[in-house]
């Protein structure tokens, strides 16, 4: 492969971890949001919550990512950047994944903890933030490490659109070069290699809140949830 | 915004074909994943049979080892590239196949590597009792697997593994990039040739959430049943 072409490989690693990032922020505000929405004490509240969860893991990623690249600009008149229009698709799906996250890590904080928030006067803000949101927040970070990887592996997808992420530059580099075998191995190797950052990265932080929300971290053998299941 | 019916009443019979093959790839993609899981996962526990629960680490790392590796090397990274390499390397190779049967097996390949983790927790959850009882009934370790351990191990991870059923059914949209006319590229070709993008697009939209959250709710009725 010529320096030209690794340029071009290069420019896609750039691509796709702006992608990763930009979708990542994206989807835990969304997971946060709708994932507090759904333990929300009005009704209206958490069914609302309820439907975009449904809605949005109901479809598939790429679906979505077409949506927001044909129909939106059709329906409603916006004509958003690729890098936009990609990151508000892979943030608003991820997201609804991220959000049954968030529900499942708040249900299980002991409901005592909640109680005694309330026998002190807290409001129900702060009870969120001071009482829930600290113990929660560290149970969730494994399940968000297996969504951060599945995001990783969500971005590939835009290249279908034309986006010059990392596995637009492979296809490329094969048309150029007329020879696969060697640039897949390399784009796959690349895409690893950052999961494998991503995964080690979060682990730490996992140790970090723990130890501040006074907890030794357990050594477990992690199952990842089966992102695109239905089951929450 | 404009939506016009007429548009979805051409696309219709495109849906039902995309339909069809879209099935036909989640069956066979399903399969594929729930017997190579199943390999992967008894790879992963070759030790010393019938002890192994009780030193499953520190042995035969001749095995686990590369099919450790290999597995979630597979995992973390995507499917879409995976699906390229083996649609484009392998007539490099020597091996042609349909577009259909390269992606049903990249997609099979690649949900082995979460269903290996399921069985891998469904055979863990089998209490120790069971494999003491196979010892002591002096069981030759094929009939221990296949009589005591795998029933109850399977019949605890049928729910999770539906889970994956469902989690494959969104991922067949991605065949679309090789070619394969699944329900998004029946859409994407009806859309181009008409001009329409938002009717076809809309409609498998709802197909799937059609498709998917029913399912779901199967599955939860499932698991209530079998997971006791």
């Known amino acids: 492969m010529t320096s030209g072409l690794w340029h071009l490989v290069l420019s896609g690693v750039w691509t796709t971890l702006q992608l990763l990032v930009l979708g990542a922020l994206l989807a835990t505000a969304v997971s946060f949001i709708v994932g507090m929405a759904r333990t929300h004490r009005l009704w209206i509240v958490r069914f609302a919550a309820g439907v975009y969860t449904e809605v949005f893991r109901g479809t598939s990623t790429l679906i979505m990512i077409f949506w927001v690249f044909f129909v939106l600009p ?63 927040v560290p149970e969730m970070i494994p399940s968000f490490c297996n969504l951060l990887v599945e995001l990783l592996k969500g971005t590939a997808l835009v290249s279908v659109m034309g986006m010059g992420d990392l596995a637009f530059s492979g296809n490329l580099v094969r048309l150029a070069l007329q020879e696969s075998a060697e640039i897949y191995a390399y784009i796959l190797l690349i895409y690893f290699v950052i999961a494998f950052l991503l995964t080690r990265m979060m682990r730490l932080l996992e140790h970090r809140l723990k130890a501040r929300a006074g907890k030794t971290p357990r050594p477990h053998v992690l199952v990842p949830e089966p992102v695109g299941g239905g089951l929450s | 915004m404009t939506w016009d019916w007429g548009a979805v009443r051409d696309f219709m019979p495109h849906f039902w074909d995309g339909l069809l093959v879209t099935l036909q790839a989640l069956a066979l993609g399903s399969l594929i994943s729930f017997a190579l899981g199943l390999v992967w996962a008894l790879l992963m526990q070759t030790p010393g049979l019938p002890h192994a629960r009780t030193n499953s680490r520190g042995w035969y790392p001749l095995v686990r080892w590369p099919v450790g590796i290999v597995t979630e090397f597979i995992r973390d990274t995507p499917l879409l590239v995976q699906l390229f390499f083996l649609f484009y390397v392998l007539p490099e190779w020597g091996l042609t196949f349909s577009a259909l049967t390269t992606g049903v097996v990249a997609i099979g390949l690649h949900y082995s590597t979460y269903t290996m983790q399921v069985y891998r927790a469904g055979i863990e959850a089998v209490p120790t009792g069971q494999w003491e009882a196979a010892t002591a009934l002096s069981l030759p370790p094929t009939r221990t697997w296949t009589a005591v351990i795998l029933p109850q191990a399977i019949r605890r991870v049928v729910p999770a593994l539906g889970n994956y059923v469902i989690a494959i059914l969104k991922d067949t949209p991605v065949l679309m990039a090789i070619t394969v006319l699944d329900m998004l590229g029946e859409a994407r070709l009806f859309s181009q040739q008409h001009f329409q993008f938002t009717e076809p697009l809309t409609v498998i939209g709802v197909a799937f959430v059609l498709i998917s959250y029913p399912a779901s709710l199967l599955l939860r009725a499932l698991e209530r049943r079998l997971v006791r």
């Open chain 1, 74 to 136: 059709l329906a409603f008149g916006w004509q958003l950047v690729p890098m936009w229009a990609g990151t508000l698709a892979l943030g608003l799906t991820y997201g609804a994944y991220g959000a049954e996250i968030v529900r499942g890590a708040l249900n299980s904080v002991d409901p005592a903890q909640c109680e005694g928030g309330i026998a002190l006067g807290f409001t129900p803000w702060q009870r969120m933030r001071k009482i829930l949101l600290p113990q929660a």
